[in-house]
């Protein structure tokens, strides 16, 4: 049973645990005159986050479902979505759209540039065309402006089942979960380049793909998440580009 916890002001986290691989796949619901999901699941979960996003609206009223990188988890259950949602359109880069979204879902996707805001009501999302961050050549990662939310994806992965949301430490547990899954964020200048831009946002809270959302002091938790994929020996994450400091440090 997937669980459905408010994180921010008309922000749910749909939370669910995965025993046999010990982990959390949430996906994230702002409920607003123009719904969007961001993370729709793998198909297999379909069943439950659809029932979880019930919970808080009709799920046929979703009118955006975005997500951050073409993975199972992020964007596995699109199809069934549009499906039972007649006016939702996807949401992604030029990229994304070109490469991956265009190929498979059933209707044409929204194209969203890098800093272009989706007016959803109360809530306004911004999206950032980044790369390789947290991986994969069609990322994105977006900010909800009015509650200072970041979808942060896979930024801040951890293993196991946890609470919610914490105040407390997120990286030393991410990076405990890092080292379990070999070269998962490669690091480049072009990685710290991103970091520059995410801490220039100054988030309130950080909406992750697995473990609790955060709503301590994201910025230093952004910082200090830098600094410990920065720190790590070749071998343990790939390194892609030059130079083994983030731009700017």
Not at 100 to 121: C, Q, S, T, W
Not at 157 to 179: F, I, N, Y
Request: charged share 20%.
């Amino acid at each position: 049973m997937a669980e459905v916890h408010e994180i921010a002001d008309g922000i749910f986290r749909i939370a669910t645990f995965i025993p046999e691989a010990n982990i959390t796949f949430n996906q994230f619901l702002i409920a607003d005159e123009k719904p969007l999901l961001f993370h729709t699941g793998q198909r297999m979960l379909f069943p439950l986050t659809v029932e979880a996003v019930r919970q808080v609206i009709d799920p046929s009223r979703l009118r955006y479902i975005s997500w951050s990188h073409l993975e199972a988890d992020e964007s596995g259950a699109l199809n069934e979505f549009l499906q039972i949602a007649p006016q939702a359109e996807a949401v992604h880069s030029e990229l994304g759209v070109i490469v991956n979204v265009n190929d498979y879902a059933i209707r044409p996707a929204k194209v969203m540039g890098d800093g272009e805001v989706l007016d959803l009501g109360q809530h306004k999302l911004r999206f950032l065309i980044t790369p390789q961050v947290p991986h994969c050549w069609d990322a994105i990662l977006a900010f909800e402006e009015t509650t200072g939310t970041l979808m942060a994806s896979d930024l801040f992965t951890q293993l196991g089942e946890k609470t919610p949301m914490t105040t407390g430490d997120m990286v030393e547990r991410t990076m405990a979960s890092h080292k379990q899954l070999p070269t998962y964020i490669p690091v480049s200048q072009h990685t710290g380049r991103v970091f520059d831009r995410l801490e220039a946002l100054r988030p309130g809270v950080l909406a992750c793909m697995h473990g609790p959302a955060f709503s301590g002091d994201a910025v230093q938790a952004l910082r200090d998440l830098r600094s410990a994929l920065f720190s790590q020996p070749d071998e343990a994450l790939t390194r892609i580009g030059g130079g083994s400091q983030p731009a700017g440090r």
